[in-house]
């Protein structure tokens, strides 16, 4: 099996960044990717963050399933951690300020209280590469100031950025852990693009992808491919090998691999989430 294991310098600058500014802000937006909003999270932010407040923004929820995204909300808010979902391309992201303001209320009165107006709050936001910070943070400060990019990795340096009236926003680079414990973490990130695709083998996350969706949506392949329904009992590596002629590229699995990977992350297959809420212990 390919392990998919890495960490380059610039991840291990911005963990630095995140530890020295930490203490700069008044909260922190904790980023995660809506279609897996456990896999994306960093375990190393959770130890950094200790009692700053934050929020976790469940990204790109226009790519999640609807109903597992509102399961997830749910969840982190149960379990004391303030969550929204947005679509940082259509959403007007008001929600996000009014979750900010709520969850400093205290702090805002007492501000007002000593007659401190008008103080920005201090924003910083973090996520792993590729989660839609740049996004987020040109949607909220409304003018293109943050670069975004397709690929992971693209936000290199910090920005301090006006949003509103109220809001002071950090840009910070994307970090991510430096070694996958379990595997399908690394499959899950790779298939959403958060891992570069020259790190990763094309067939196992296209293997991995074919799992997910025989489990979940079998319809959606169905569809997509032309399948007949017997071809839905087939191993995932006999599924891969048909599409692979479906498409055209007869035994170029690796063809077929890249497309079937592409077509998932721009919802070709639908809206899907591959995280599971843990069970309650
Ligand atoms: N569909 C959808 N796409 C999104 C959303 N937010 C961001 N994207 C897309 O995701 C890709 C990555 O977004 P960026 O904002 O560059 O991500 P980043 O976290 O700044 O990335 P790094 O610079 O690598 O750390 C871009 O193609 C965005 O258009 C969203 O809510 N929905």
Redesign the pocket.
């Known amino acids: 099996m390919t392990v998919i294991q890495w960490f380059p310098g610039h991840m291990a600058k911005a963990l630095r960044q995140v530890k020295e500014n930490i203490k700069k802000v008044d909260i922190v937006l904790e ?1 995660v990717d809506a279609r897996l909003p456990e896999s994306s999270r960093n375990p190393q932010l959770s130890e950094i963050l200790q009692n700053k407040p934050n929020i976790i923004v469940l ?5 999640a399933n609807t109903v597992k995204t509102k399961e997830w909300v749910n969840y982190y808010e149960k379990n004391g951690s303030p969550a929204l979902a ?4 259509k959403d007007s992201l008001k929600s996000i300020e009014r979750k900010i303001t709520d969850v400093l209320s205290t702090k805002i009165a007492t501000q007002k209280e000593r007659g401190i107006l008008h103080k920005r709050i201090r924003v910083m936001c973090i ?1 792993i ?8 943070l040109n949607h909220l400060v409304k003018k293109n100031v ?1 670069q ?8 290199k340096s910090q920005q301090w950025l006006k949003a509103g009236k109220n809001l002071a926003l950090l840009d910070t ?2 970090i991510l852990w430096p070694k996958f414990e379990d595997q399908i973490i690394g499959k899950k990130l790779a298939l959403t693009g958060a891992i570069k695709d020259t790190l990763f083998a094309k067939d196992d996350v296209a293997l991995y992808t074919l799992e997910h969706f025989l489990k979940n949506n079998p319809k959606k392949l169905t569809e997509r491919y032309h399948l007949e329904e017997g071809d839905l009992q087939k191993t995932p590596v006999d599924l891969l090998l048909l599409i692979t002629k479906k498409m055209g590229f007869q035994y170029d699995y690796d063809r077929a691999s890249d497309r079937l990977i592409l077509e998932c992350r721009k919802g070709k297959l639908g809206t899907y989430t591959l995280d599971e809420i843990p069970a309650a212990s």
Do not use: E, I, Q
């Open positions: 980023l990204t790109k929820k226009d790519l947005v679509n940082s391309l996520g590469p590729n989660v839609g910070k740049s996004t987020l943050a975004v990019g397709n690929k992971p990795g693209v936000t680079p994307g």
